[in-house]
């Protein structure tokens, strides 16, 4: 009996074992496509976005490894911790083979799947997704997968997604010295200058002779790549090298579109509002489960009213209960050529009443800041704290030709801001400030 209990002891210490080894190969499955880099450069600065325009978030020291994401115009996204990701230059790292990375695919197995902004339950959640839905997984932790969500990333509970064979495959570039994969020659093709003061070289290199001082928003014919430099021809015939990383590529086709241009009074202008959430995209929740877009909706009724007594003419992206997808709404200011676009939404933190207030955010800094700042700076107004403007990478922002800004108007899992997120008259002072402020913004 002795000996027959030990074997048994034997074999579940064994079978132990043999799960925790699957286990940890099925984890390891989901990572080994993961391409990682190292830090060539002594200091490395993560940026918010893929340019030299966006700011700083982190610094990263020589030798570190990173994982790649995903990669823009020579710019890597990165990995930087299980909830944080950023932007690094390509030609500050060490990267001998960053050729084709592949992520798993898998299907979402259950309808009204929570997405989260990191892998706790209590996290803000992004989204919910539908049974069927694809995701592209990047990363398996204990019972969460990290996965592809807009330009960023997300986090949802390994039970709710089926892995499949299938794999999602974006192509990247050897860093060999060579970037004429940075751009193809089409006379369709322009090159933007995105700040005030950009040199024109003589040579592609930060040494070569300044043939001249570029402004922001001139258009130049794109002739060829030379290694991160591209050789182009000003309007006055006049050619060079610019930067590839301060400059943004365009069509002459959306030309007007890349740099619109803008009402010279509210009364002129062409408002897009954009309530957030609707449908089966209830948005974030109250203490007492209130959707976030029932009040999404209401505040943009009293703004549309009253920047239509001011003149404007005022678009909305819904005007009911109804389900509209992101690409749709940010489309809707680009068809319309729309003066401003105005996505209105309430915020909610991981913990209830840990956070209060009011953020603006922009995307793109040359077209969409100055917006963000006119409209926060009226927003001292109110009665909740105000907490500045942010870079957010939002895709009905990024995906806006137009100015364009996400506002977060009170956090309503916060006790306190809920209970002006409910009241007409804050709405009456939200809608105000955004008449004064845009007022302001089309002198």
């Known amino acids: 009996m002795k000996t027959f209990l030990h074997k048994l002891w034997q074999w579940r210490l064994w079978l132990i074992v043999g799960l925790a080894i699957l286990g940890s190969i099925g984890t390891t499955i989901v990572m080994a496509n993961s391409q990682q880099v190292v830090v060539q450069a002594n200091v490395l600065n993560v940026r918010k976005g893929p340019g030299l325009a966006y700011d700083v978030t982190a610094q990263v020291n020589k030798g570190q490894r990173l994982t790649v994401i995903d990669e823009r115009n020579e710019w890597y996204e990165v990995r930087l911790s299980e909830t944080e990701v950023g932007w690094v230059a390509s030609w500050l790292i060490k990267n001998t083979e960053v050729s084709a990375t592949s992520n798993r695919i898998g299907l979402v197995n259950e309808g009204s799947t929570p997405l989260y902004v990191s892998n706790n339950t209590g996290a803000k959640q992004l989204k919910q997704l539908n049974a069927g839905d694809k995701v592209t997984v990047l990363y398996q932790e204990g019972d969460w997968l990290e996965v592809k969500y807009e330009d960023s990333v997300a986090w949802l509970l390994t039970s709710k997604v089926k892995l499949t064979d299938q794999v999602e495959s974006t192509a990247k570039t050897t860093n060999t010295g060579d970037s004429s994969s940075l751009l193809t020659k089409s006379s369709n093709q322009v090159v933007i200058i995105d700040t005030d003061n950009t040199a024109l070289r003589e040579q592609p290199n930060a040494e070569a002779t300044v043939v ?136 909610s933190s991981e913990t209830a009443n840990s956070a209060t207030g009011t953020t603006t955010y922009f995307y793109h800094d040359n077209r969409d800041k100055k917006l963000a700042q006119v409209l926060n700076e009226q927003f001292n107004n109110l009665p909740l704290t105000n907490r500045g403007i942010e870079y957010g990478n939002f895709q009905v922002l990024r995906d806006n030709q137009r100015p364009a800004v996400l506002l977060e108007l009170g956090y309503i899992n916060n006790s306190k801001d809920f209970s002006y997120i409910t009241k007409s008259s804050y709405y009456n002072k939200v809608a105000n400030d955004i008449v004064i402020a845009l007022t302001n913004y089309f002198k």
């Open 212 to 347: 001249q001082k570029l402004a922001a928003k001139t258009a130049l014919t794109y002739l060829k790549t030379v290694n991160q430099w591209y050789q182009v021809k000003t309007a006055a015939g006049k050619t060079g090298y610019v930067a590839s990383w301060v400059v943004s590529i365009a069509d002459k086709s959306t030309l007007d579109d890349t740099m619109p241009k803008i009402a010279s009074n509210l009364a002129e202008a062409t408002i897009v509002l954009d309530p957030g959430h609707g449908g089966n995209d209830v948005g974030a929740l109250s203490q007492t489960s209130k959707y976030e877009k029932s009040y999404t909706l209401a505040v943009a009724n009293v703004i549309e009213n009253k920047l239509k007594d001011a003149g404007a003419n005022v678009v909305m992206t819904r005007t009911d209960d109804s389900f509209v997808d992101l690409a749709p709404r940010a489309q809707a200011a680009n068809k319309l050529k729309a003066d401003a676009f105005i996505s209105l939404h309430f915020d």
